[in-house]
């Protein structure tokens, strides 16, 4: 599969991607990518990150995968970053941990052009 990047409102950042792949068994998906070199120039700061284009619909709401960047910087006091997978057919990389509740990760959180995050995790559809 080929991720693609979306955002919450207002334009997409772009990204080179690199070692996608997903695995389907029965209802259960599996999915996996590097997506590197984040260029958010030219978005609105703070419309949240997504990524798109899963190879098969999510069907369950909040199913969640790990995540880890280089380049990002976690607001507040947040500590550590996960993928949270929506019905709406996106990724979005979620901040918690610390004291604070837990936040999406927007294009202001990035340092433009050099930001990877790499990320795994689990989905179910209907497919």
Same mark, same amino acid.
């Given at each position: 599969?080929?991720?693609?990047?979306?955002?919450?409102?207002?334009?997409?950042?772009?990204?080179?991607?690199?070692?996608?792949?997903?695995?389907?068994?029965?209802?259960?998906?599996?999915?996996?990518?590097?997506?590197?070199?984040?260029?958010?120039?030219?978005? =609105?700061?703070?419309?949240?990150?997504?990524?798109?284009?899963?190879?098969?619909?999510?069907?369950?709401?909040?199913?969640?995968?790990?995540?880890?960047?280089?380049?990002?910087?976690?607001?507040?006091?947040?500590?550590?970053?996960?993928?949270?997978?929506?019905?709406?057919?996106?990724?979005?990389?979620?901040?918690?941990?610390? =004291?604070?509740?837990?936040?999406?990760?927007?294009?202001?959180?990035?340092?433009?052009?050099?930001?990877?995050?790499?990320?795994?995790?689990?989905?179910?559809?209907?497919?």
């Amino acid at each position: 599969w080929t991720p693609t990047a979306a955002a919450s409102a207002g334009s997409a950042a772009s990204f080179t991607v690199s070692n996608s792949l997903y695995t389907k068994i029965g209802r259960m998906v599996f999915v996996r990518a590097e997506i590197r070199n984040i260029d958010t120039s030219g978005t =609105t700061s703070s419309a949240g990150f997504r990524v798109t284009s899963f190879p098969f619909t999510i069907d369950v709401a909040d199913a969640y995968g790990v995540a880890f960047a280089d380049n990002v910087t976690l607001q507040g006091s947040r500590t550590q970053l996960s993928t949270r997978f929506d019905t709406s057919e996106y990724a979005a990389f979620m901040q918690s941990g610390g =004291t604070g509740s837990e936040t999406g990760t927007d294009h202001n959180d990035m340092n433009s052009g050099v930001t990877d995050i790499f990320f795994a995790g689990f989905y179910f559809t209907n497919q």
